[in-house]
């Protein structure tokens, strides 16, 4: 496996991968890598010819108070997993690659409307927009024909989704975003980067967002009124350590717009919550 660090040698590396016809599948990470994103590689892998995996903690993304610095950085180890997977190419582009002069001084934004909007958009302001120009950028630097996502962020996909139809990056490589479920814990909790920053006893707790999700799902889809039973869903979520719920919200699934009952169109739960200072997310399927 190669890694660049800078945008010549990115240009170079993958120049020579895509010499032939060989297709490029791109998976963006934050790194401190887990199983979930080793599935999206193994995806990747089976789809294209050359995988080539990004590792960015990308700090237009994070608001003022959120973990920014405290973000957990494992290059070396993260290196090491690519490569045991069969990358072909690390990029690892430093802050001063990605935002010359600084992230105050790029005055280019992407602002998806809509999809972007509620939700998580709604408890972390600028999130998205820093999220789809950053991807943005990454899918000119790399020009993959595919890109890979986890449904674990399914506000993030949607946005990608939007942003790649309205933007055209479907020309000149047919760029295919793939979505893939969320990866999850033998208790259930999805897997997260941080999840490392629970204690035992609050990480014991966390297993009761999916069961309680998955607990709403059922009443729901078998008839019971969305609003109590995601009322009940956040005082569970309060009963069981969580310090506060931003969101419990049952949307449609392509528009995500909040659905007060189902519709017949698919639909998705989509909650997040605190504890412990950290803010967990999850998503799951209901039936229609
Ligand atoms: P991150 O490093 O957290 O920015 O995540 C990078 C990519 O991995 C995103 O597309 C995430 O949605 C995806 N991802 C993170 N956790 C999981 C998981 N548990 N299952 C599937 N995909 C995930």
Redesign the pocket.
């Known amino acids: 496996m190669q890694t660049a660090h800078s945008l010549d040698v990115l240009r170079n590396s993958i120049g020579k991968l895509r010499s032939g016809s060989n297709t490029i599948g791109l ?11 080793l ?2 590689i193994r995806r990747a892998r089976e789809a294209c010819d050359h995988v080539v995996a990004s590792i960015f903690v990308n700090p237009t993304q994070f608001g003022p108070n959120e973990d920014l610095d405290a973000y957990p950085r494992q290059m070396e180890e993260d290196a090491a997993m690519l490569q045991s997977e069969g990358c072909a190419l690390l990029w690892a582009p430093g802050v001063e690659v990605m935002y010359p002069g600084g992230p105050e001084n790029f005055v280019t934004s992407i602002s998806v409307r809509g999809v972007s909007e509620g939700l998580c958009g709604a408890s972390r302001p600028g999130h998205f927009d820093g999220v789809a120009t950053v991807v943005n950028k990454l899918f000119n630097q790399v020009q993959p024909d595919m890109a ?6 399914f506000q ?2 949607a946005v990608i989704r939007a942003m790649a139809r309205d933007l055209d990056l479907t020309l000149p490589h047919v760029l295919s975003i793939i979505g ?5 814990e033998p208790d259930g909790l ?4 941080r999840n490392r920053y629970l204690s035992p006893t609050d990480r014991d707790a966390a297993a009761t967002l999916p069961r309680a999700m998955k607990e709403a799902i059922a009443r729901i889809e078998d008839g019971q009124d969305p609003s109590p039973t995601l009322a009940a869903l956040e005082d569970e979520l309060l009963g069981a350590g969580f310090s506060s719920v931003d969101y419990a919200v049952l949307a449609d699934s392509a528009s995500l717009a909040p659905l007060n009952r189902l519709s017949g169109n698919a639909a998705r739960l989509l909650v997040a919550a605190r504890i412990g200072g950290t803010r967990l997310i999850d998503n799951m399927a209901v039936a229609g």
């Not at 998976?27 to 994103?37: N, R």
């Not at 890979?148 to 962020?153: I, L, N, S, T």
């Not at 999805?190 to 980067?193: F, P």
């Open positions: 998976v963006p990470t934050m790194g401190a890598l887990h199983e979930g994103h599935t999206l890979f996502f986890g449904e674990k962020d993030q996909l893939v479920p969320t990866v999850r999805a897997m997260s980067s």
